[in-house]
């Protein structure tokens, strides 16, 4: 079966509008919503007093409309009692200044604390749901690594790289050696010494910022493998486990592949357009990150999030036009995408995303966009054997995390970037046979 459906906050809104939503999600021709990755702080909203009777009622309401449900655990917005109790769990820009609460992702990776509590929400939620029937998918956390998310220099994440170089080199004279730090005095006594690469004069050692970004990337895989394990042993048999996964991926400090290893299926966002852009990306772009979505895993790929209206937090994106979004959806289904759900069901007017327009409008008005969703998921529909069929490639990219964290630490050349070279058209003889 084809999942087709809308990503849907109705915490958002007054409970009485649930009934509305559903009967417009239903004859809108979905089956399945996505639900619940922001909402810890209704899950909890005291430490230890987990209540899931919102949630209870909004899943009944999904199962008398006869729809599924894809659960997200909502550890990447941590309720604000946490922070207070608890400030370690902030992390820290490059310049040492602590991420305060108020935004989303502004967790440390290697904060135990942060790490024990984000288990316990976990734990809680889905042993509480692992024989729902309705719930077929729990999606871990929201867009890993993303707005900078993947990157944090406090105390906690400097001794956790302390930690990591001291399994990685046998001594700290092999790690001397090898990073050749006889050069502008650099050599270390004790591991202890070594600096993470906040700003300095010139610039730091070419391979310290290489281990760095490997650091990263095991911090960010290392939360992930961990909650994905606790939703995996407490599950339903019948539930799959996902993680969305967002754009941008060769500017963040992650491995993909090894991020979603443990998963049933990647899932993607998929954002053509978004808060400041005139225009949408070109379609070579969007056609990339389709391919590298399916290749994480070598299958077929969800959509968890895909666009319909215009996008921004401060400022407002480019609006598609008609049929525009229903075209971006197609060309996701041509390159392996075999479910898809909408961002949003309706926009919220209130918080840092009311320029974020769903299928319905602020004005709660079934216009437009609800009809070319209606008539996409009406359409694609016919092709549940089309949609699942493999995607057999006879040409791949080779790409390498280490190769793309080298250049980025030493920018050899500013005319070369990673991302415009992978797109590159160019007719010249050079590039041409």
Known sequence: MTYLGVDYYPEHWPEEMMDEDFQGIKD????????????????????????????????????????????????ATFPAWLAQKHPSIL???????????????????????????????????????????????WQIDNEFGHEGSDMCFCDQCHGAFHQYLENKYESVDQLNDEWGTIFWGQTYNDFSEIPVPKPTVTTHNPTLKMEWARFRSASVNGFTHEMTAIVKEHKGSHQTVTTNVSGGF?????????????????????????????????????????????????????????????????????????????????????????NML???????TKGAEQFCYGVVDHDNVYGRKYKEVQSLFKEIKEHDELLNADIKSDVAVLYDYDNIWSWRSQIQSKDFDFNEELLANDPSPCNSS
């Open 250 to 338: 060769f500017d963040k400090w992650f491995d993909h592949e090894e991020n979603v290893k443990p998963m049933d299926f990647v899932s993607y966002d998929n954002y053509p357009v978004w808060g400041g852009l005139e225009k949408p990306i070109p379609p070579e772009a969007i056609a990339m990150t389709h391919d590298f979505n399916r290749g994480l895993l070598d299958q077929n790929y969800w959509i968890v999030e895909e666009l319909m209206g215009a996008q921004g937090h401060d400022v407002i994106g480019y609006l598609p036009r008609p049929n525009q979004a229903k075209m971006w959806s197609y060309q996701a289904f041509a390159h392996g995408c075999s």
């Open 28 to 75: 809108m021709g979905a089956n399945i919503i996505r639900i619940g990755e922001f909402a810890w702080h209704l899950m909890e909203k005291e430490e230890g007093a987990f209540d899931f009777s919102y949630f209870d009622r909004v899943i009944e309401k999904a199962k008398q409309n006869g729809l599924d449900v894809m659960f997200g655990t909502p550890t």
């Open 342 to 348: 909408y961002f949003r069901w309706r926009g919220m």
């Open 91 to 137: 992390s820290k820009n490059e310049n040492g200044n602590t991420r305060v609460f108020g935004g989303r992702r502004q967790y440390c990776f290697n904060s135990d604390k942060y790490r024990q509590y984000a288990a316990g929400i976990t734990k809680k939620l889905v042993q509480h749901y692992k024989n729902e029937e309705a719930i077929v998918s």
